[in-house]
Each structure stands twice: as structure tokens, then as C-alpha cells.
């Protein structure tokens, strides 16, 4: 699905959170700020490490607590969630803004049924009667193409297979119609073939729905399956932005391109795939200019002297690298 040019559902500008450790602070992300616009899915795309799930959390207003600072304005429908109380920002979640978790084992409680966890959802938030949030429940079930639904509502989540502990942790996120779904790796722990059935499953519930999404994923195979724009991550800051085709296509970030070159697809057949040497920066550490300078093939003094321009390669694709400047002013 296309982007509609309207207003933003959610929109965030310099987003920095730090986590303070004894060992310093934790810069986890630094300085984030893009526009999702309604029925748009954002793919954010990046290691470990780089920020993604922290951004997701932030979204959520999840992270506003002791011992976490959290910079930068976060808009979600209209809501400033920096500025809300912690039960406004409770009160946002499920119904305006809603989650699926990338292990539901460690989600789900084990000591409720899986019919309960969904009616809880729909009563807390919506104030419906508990019989119609348990024949709503038996609705989601079979959206979510879980079979049996009327025996599983009765189901622990450790009765549950992988694949349909997942299916239910969508379906408590869909309980309420969400404007924005955010889906952190939600098929990481899952095998080959339920995975694409959750991204075919997830695909399919967007456009039903008509939700902005933002899909945070490692995986480049699964960003190019169910994005529609997206951002490359690392050390915290999007390092390339852009429509997905754009961006797979003509990557303009060193970044970007190593880990092209590290994933297999149909082109690469017959030859080697190129590791990124090196690892991820300590983000207790992070010095002025280019994070991923230490690992960069094309690295250059300036690179550390100051932190790289973001640049625009077209009207809607940047890339934050001192050589694409270059580039665009010759």
C-alpha cells in the first residue's frame, strides 16, 4: 500500500534515549525523527544492538521511568506522549497505538487463558460486556486464521505452538482496531515456513485494517516482503532512509550496501558473500562523526571529524555518508 499524502499518525523529531548505567549512559538512540502516515508500513532495518526496539518502546511511552531519559517530541494520532500522564499513556495503548512482541512466550501470561488475555483488552479498553469481548475473542481468533477458536480461547499460551502463541499475540493487539501497529521482529523465533505465513497473515490484516505499521526486523528478506519505505539503522540513527524498492535497489550508505552484500538472494548465486568486518560501536562510547566510520571500506579522516550531513539522493530518499555529498554536488 502506497503512503497518502496526510497528515502523519505518528510523527517524531530527534528522538536521543539514554539508558544511565554505571558504566556511563547508554546513548541507544540519537537523534531520530520521521513521519508514518495512515495505512503506511515503515520497515526499520538494522543489527542488534542498533536502536530499533528502543524506538518502539519509546513510541509506546514505555521507557519513561528512573534511570532512562528519553529527548524529543513523539506524536502518535495527535497525542504528544511525552507529554502525558503515565495512565493517559496506558490509556493510549491498545487502542491507539498497539504492539506485538518479538517472543510471546515471555509476553503472554502463563497463568491466564488466551480467550481471558483478550477479553482483558477489550474490556479494560473499549468497556464492553464480557460476552461480547469473549464473542469478539472467537472473531480475532479466526482472523488470525487460528483453527478451533472456540477450544484455544480455553488454551494456556504453553499449549500453544510457537507459531499460534504468535497468531494470539495479534489478535490481542488487534483487539481494539489500533491506528498504529508496531510488530518488534515478531517472526524471529519462528521457522522458515510459519514465518511467512505470519508476514502473508500480517500483510493481509493491514490493508483489512487500513493501520500505519513500523516493522523492526534484522532480516533483509522479510523488510523487502512487508515494507512499503524504509529506514536503515545503526548505532542509534537512521543512516538511510527511503521508499523500499529505492533503497534495496540503489543503496547509497556503505552500511546499507554491506548488508546487501551479506544476505543471500537470486543475484548472488555463485559468489561469496562479503561479511561486515568488525562489530557494532559500545554505545556508551560513541565519539563525534561517523559510528560505523571503524568499519567502513571507504573510510576517510573527515568521517571522524564531524558527525556526517544527512543528504538528499531524491525528493524522498536520503543517506547520512560525507560521499554521497560529495556525490550529489558534482
Do not use: W
Amino acid at each position: 500500500m502506497s503512503a497518502i499524502a496526510t497528515k502523519p499518525v505518528v510523527s517524531v523529531r530527534d528522538l536521543r534515549v539514554r539508558f544511565l548505567t554505571r558504566e556511563g549512559p547508554v546513548h541507544a538512540v540519537n537523534g531520530v525523527s520521521f513521519d508514518l502516515a495512515p495505512g503506511e508500513v515503515l520497515g526499520i532495518l538494522g543489527e542488534s544492538g542498533s536502536g530499533k526496539s528502543v524506538t518502539l518502546r519509546a513510541l509506546m511511552g514505555l521507557l519513561y521511568q528512573r534511570r532512562v531519559e528519553v529527548d524529543g517530541a513523539i506524536g502518535v494520532a495527535g497525542f504528544d506522549v511525552g507529554r502525558l500522564t503515565e495512565a493517559q499513556r496506558s490509556a493510549l495503548r491498545g487502542r491507539t497505538i498497539a504492539m506485538i512482541f518479538q517472543e510471546p512466550m515471555l509476553t503472554l501470561d502463563p497463568v491466564f487463558t488466551i480467550g481471558e488475555q483478550i477479553e482483558e483488552t477489550i474490556v479494560r479498553h473499549e468497556g464492553a460486556s464480557h460476552a461480547r469481548a469473549h464473542a469478539r475473542a472467537l472473531e480475532l481468533l479466526e482472523m488470525v486464521q487460528i483453527p478451533g477458536g472456540a477450544r484455544r480461547l480455553k488454551n494456556y499460551p504453553h499449549e500453544l505452538s510457537g507459531g499460534m502463541r504468535q497468531r494470539a499475540m495479534i489478535a490481542i493487539a488487534l483487539s481494539c482496531r489500533p491506528a498504529v501497529l508496531l510488530a518488534d521482529e515478531p517472526t524471529t523465533a519462528l521457522d522458515v515456513t510459519v514465518q511467512i505465513q505470519i508476514l502473508l497473515l500480517l500483510r493481509t490484516l493491514q490493508r483489512e485494517f487500513g493501520m500505519a505499521v513500523i516493522f523492526v526486523t534484522h532480516d533483509v528478506g522479510v523488510s523487502v516482503e512487508v515494507a512499503d519505505r524504509l529506514a536503515v539503522m545503526y548505532a542509534g540513527r537512521f543512516v538511510e532512509t527511503g521508499p523500499m524498492e529505492s533503497v534495496i535497489r540503489a543503496p547509497r550508505h556503505p552500511y546499507t550496501q554491506g548488508l546487501l552484500a551479506s544476505t543471500v538472494h537470486g543475484s548472488f548465486r555463485d559468489h561469496r558473500l562479503e561479511a561486515i568486518p568488525g562489530m557494532p560501536p559500545i554505545l556508551t562510547q560513541l565519539s563525534t562523526g561517523c559510528a560505523f566510520a571503524p568499519r567502513c571500506p571507504h573510510v576517510e579522516d573527515r568521517c571522524s571529524a564531524a558527525d556526517p550531513p544527512v543528504s538528499r539522493v531524491t525528493i524522498d530518499h536520503t543517506a547520512r555518508c560525507v560521499r554521497v555529498a560529495d556525490a550529489l554536488m558534482r
